[in-house]
């Protein structure tokens, strides 16, 4: 069962670059959609949650948008300390306070 | 710092022997998320606590166990260990508000 998709699942950028991370969603009922970023060897750190299509979330370089169907993460003039791979989570539609399911990632890394 | 704890960091253990991880949640959640991280499969729910309960369970393998004691903290035990079982194993915690999960930093299991 394939709830999360995210594309692509690597992105090399120059700093300054900007570019868009996707997270389509097959859930229904979305109960929201999270984003996290992940560095190597951590653990997920929150950075957004959406709840509703037409809402956007913004943090520093970072704008989470979210869609009936998928979200997007913009990035904007990334910094090599945005280097990460930042994963997007729906959580079970069965349930409140329930389970996530995380898509597999995009790792992007931002070169000076 | 996301208040969530997770003890020891770094585990290396051989095939059949058994391990535990422990986990504390942030102040004041109640629920305790445990959740699998491998290379080949993303980040994989396992079980899920609520106030002492068990609440959820993902693709948790049967020589895996969990439980949340009294005072929050929770432990994954892992019995009969395999190569395969080798990864990172996260504890989450949530105290409701969104359903937004917390993770610790993690303990590296290697199971050689």
Do not use: M
Request: hydrophobic share 30%; glycine share 10%.
């Amino acid at each position: 069962e394939d709830q999360v998709t995210q594309s692509p699942e690597a992105l090399r950028l120059q700093e300054g670059e900007s570019s868009s991370l996707n997270c389509s969603y097959t859930v229904s009922g979305l109960r929201g959609l999270f984003w996290y970023r992940q560095d190597p060897g951590k653990g997920p750190e929150f950075l957004f949650t959406l709840y509703s299509a037409g809402e956007e979330k913004e943090k520093e370089r970072l704008k989470a948008t979210l869609t009936k169907k998928e979200s997007f993460l913009h990035i904007t003039a990334p910094k090599p300390e945005d280097s990460a791979t930042y994963l997007c989570a729906v959580p079970d539609r069965g349930s409140t306070l329930g389970r996530l399911y995380f898509g597999r990632g995009t790792q992007l890394t931002v070169w000076p | 710092d996301s208040g969530v704890t997770q003890t020891p960091k770094h585990l290396i253990t051989a095939t059949g022997q058994r391990v535990t991880l422990r986990c504390s949640p942030r102040s004041g959640d109640l629920s305790v998320y445990w959740y699998q991280q491998s290379l080949d499969q993303g980040l994989q729910f396992l079980i899920q606590y609520y106030n002492g309960e068990e609440r959820a369970k993902g693709n948790i393998l049967e020589r895996f166990s969990a439980q949340q004691f009294p005072d929050l903290h929770s432990e994954l035990n892992l019995s009969s260990l395999e190569l395969g079982d080798s990864a990172l194993y996260f504890c989450a915690s949530s105290g409701g508000q969104g359903n937004i999960q917390y993770f610790g930093a993690g303990t590296r299991l290697s199971v050689l």
